[in-house]
DNA sequence: CACCATGTTCCTTG
DNA sequence: CCAAGGAACATGGT
């Protein structure tokens, strides 16, 4: 799956492409994948829109909708699940293999491939409800993060997962940003000292903004389309070299120390972390 | 065949 | 009510 950096980058990618344009029909391959669940409600919310613009927020893309009739959908919420991959392609060209879904925008097509099916494209807005606040964004304070970890006896991995505190973190950048902030991922949120709070909200931060310059300037080298839009952050044809820290590094030296990375399983989730470094 | 997987939600159990 | 753990979703890669 694309984590927050990398639908930052579709949202990227995808903005100038449809922005103005209108969706003509929703061609609808998979059922599971939309919301409402028939195609014909979720066409009727979509019908006519024309698209003004493409927003990240979490791990959704906002697709911004123009009024066009009574019923609109004000926006059409796409999230990739695991595999999901959107981009657009010329009308003439054949869909991928595991198209499920394709929206017709007249000379060209926006195309949502998803060989795992756990993505969805969603016309109400309310699954943005209870997010917690952006990452990047300046409502991301260390006071913040402070009060949402009070009194929390949970996991900070298992903290930094939960949506409702910060919004869009995932499994590997909740690894990476407890290794950069150096607190284990056992430590329970509530008992993190002020500094260990301040270090984790700059941490998290960097680790964030990094991937997505990085995936910026990748894409400056190789321009993007359904090939090198990347996740797992390795484009098809890049060095295999891990690009992490200590995220699938398991029994690799800690880049600080040298220490063999750990492997630990929370809320059946893989957790990575040097237990030299980490504490 | 076995096991693992970048996400989210729901259910059960304590 | 809270938290932890697990299952479920569906498929592909190793």
């Not at 796409?78 to 009308?91: A, E, N």
């Not at 929390?152 to 590997?172: H, M, Q």
């Not at 359904?226 to 800690?254: K, M, Q, W």
Request: glycine share 8%; net charge positive; hydrophobic share 40%.
């Amino acid at each position: 799956m694309p984590e927050l950096p990398e639908v930052e980058q579709f949202a990227r990618h995808l903005a100038p492409r449809v922005a103005g344009q209108q969706i003509r029909f929703a061609e609808i391959r998979c059922l599971r994948t939309i919301r409402p669940l028939t195609p014909e409600s979720f066409r009727d919310a979509l019908r006519g829109s024309a698209i003004t613009g493409v927003r990240r927020r979490a791990k959704y893309l906002l697709f911004d909708l123009a009024p066009s009739c009574s019923g609109h959908a004000q926006c059409l919420l796409g999230h990739l699940g695991m595999t999901g991959r959107i981009f657009v392609q010329p009308l003439q060209e054949p869909l991928p293999r595991h198209t499920v879904a394709a929206l017709d925008l007249g000379a060209t097509r926006l195309v949502f491939e998803d060989a795992r099916k756990f993505g969805r494209l969603l016309t109400d807005a309310s699954a943005l409800n209870g997010l917690g606040p952006e990452p990047l964004s300046p409502d991301f304070s260390t006071e913040v993060l402070t009060a949402a970890l009070r009194g929390s006896r949970r996991a900070i991995k298992a903290c930094l997962l939960d949506s409702g505190v910060v919004a869009g973190i995932g499994n590997i950048y909740a690894s990476e940003s407890l290794f950069r902030a150096r607190i284990h991922p056992q430590r329970a949120g509530g008992h993190l000292t002020p500094d260990e709070c301040r270090r984790l909200r700059t941490a998290i931060r960097g680790v964030l903004s990094e991937a997505i310059r990085r995936a910026e300037a990748q894409s400056l080298e190789t321009p993007a389309n359904r090939e090198t839009l990347f996740y797992h952050g390795n484009a098809p044809g890049s060095p295999a070299t891990s690009r992490f820290c200590v995220y699938d590094r398991a029994n690799a030296p800690c880049p600080n120390c040298r220490t063999p990375i750990r492997r630990l399983v929370q809320a059946a989730r893989s957790t990575y972390f040097c237990p030299r470094c980490q504490w």
